[in-house]
Nanobody, 124 residues
Framework: QVQLVESGGGLVQAGGSLRLSCAAS????????MGWFRQAPEKEREFVAVISWGGGYTYYADPVKGRFTISRDNAKNTVSLLMTSLKPEDTAVYYC?????????????????WGKGTTVTVSS
């Protein structure tokens, strides 16, 4: 059974940092793009960041560019998201995602596997 399990969410003050992790199991994702989406209350799920299968290419949504850093460890089948300079508008449920593409993804329709999400709350 393929699973993506997120961890690292929590409550943090504005300006603080959090690191989210996603552990994949059930198959290797070393040839898949992996990334993160988020969904704030009463809003649609939106793309946050993606990293290519080999880790050589990353792409970020404009609201998080320069503040978030995505990385992956194919040997451990994990992907991480370091979030710094957090803002209240970053409050959301963050979902780990994997897409069987040699390129990258930026839309939910390109995702083949989803995690169940981890909640990040940023207080002002």
């Amino acid at each position: 059974q393929v699973q993506l399990v997120e961890s690292g969410g929590g409550l943090v003050q504005a300006g603080g940092s959090l690191r989210l992790s996603c552990a994949a199991s059930g198959r290797t994702f070393s040839t898949s793009a992996m990334g993160w989406f988020r969904q704030a209350p009463e809003k649609e799920r939106e793309f946050v960041a993606v990293i290519s299968w080999g880790g050589g290419y990353t792409y970020y949504a404009d609201p998080v560019k320069g503040r978030f850093t995505i990385s992956r460890d194919n040997a451990k089948n994990t992907v991480s998201l370091l979030m710094t300079s957090l803002k209240p508008e970053d409050t959301a449920v963050y979902y780990c995602a994997a897409g069987d593409t040699r390129g990258i993804f930026t839309t939910a329709s390109d995702i083949d596997y989803w995690g169940k999400g981890t909640t990040v709350t940023v207080s002002s």
